[in-house]
């Protein structure tokens, strides 16, 4: 069983906007963290918004103002809301999640996940 499973990317036109959602095959309790990363062909992977247990958020400059990440409570999916879509946002987006506070520990649980393109 797949510890993150994510879906809703898609094919969608520059300005246009998509709800991604992470699925977790187990609860994490007390401290953890999520985020979402991408990366497209021939580049390295970026970290595209993270969400602390405790509601903290860090979002990258490259989506600002633009990308939304949030998590209702514990058991909820991770979602990424994305808006203002852009071409150069076209990229494979994968869910992770950490034990303890964001920037503690590595990121050991990843999803396969879900193929976003933005076309201009």
């Known amino acids: 069983q797949e510890p993150l499973v994510e879906s809703g990317g898609g094919s969608v036109q520059a300005g246009g906007s998509l709800r991604l959602s992470c699925v977790a095959s187990?609860?994490?309790?007390?401290?953890?963290?999520m985020g979402w990363f991408r990366q497209a062909p021939g580049k390295e992977r970026e970290e595209v918004a993270i969400?602390?247990?405790?509601?903290?958020?860090r979002i990258a400059d490259s989506v600002k103002g633009r990308f939304t990440i949030f998590k209702d409570n514990t058991k909820s999916p991770l979602y990424l809301q994305m808006n203002s879509l852009k071409p150069e946002d076209t990229a494979m987006y994968h869910c992770?999640?950490?034990?303890?506070?964001?920037?503690?520990?590595?990121?050991?649980?990843w999803g396969q996940g879900t193929q976003v393109t933005v076309s201009s």
């Open positions: 992770a999640a950490s034990i303890g506070a964001c920037g503690t520990s590595t990121f050991r649980y």
């Open positions: 969400i602390d247990s405790d509601g903290t958020t």
């Open positions: 187990r609860t994490f309790y007390g401290r953890y963290c």
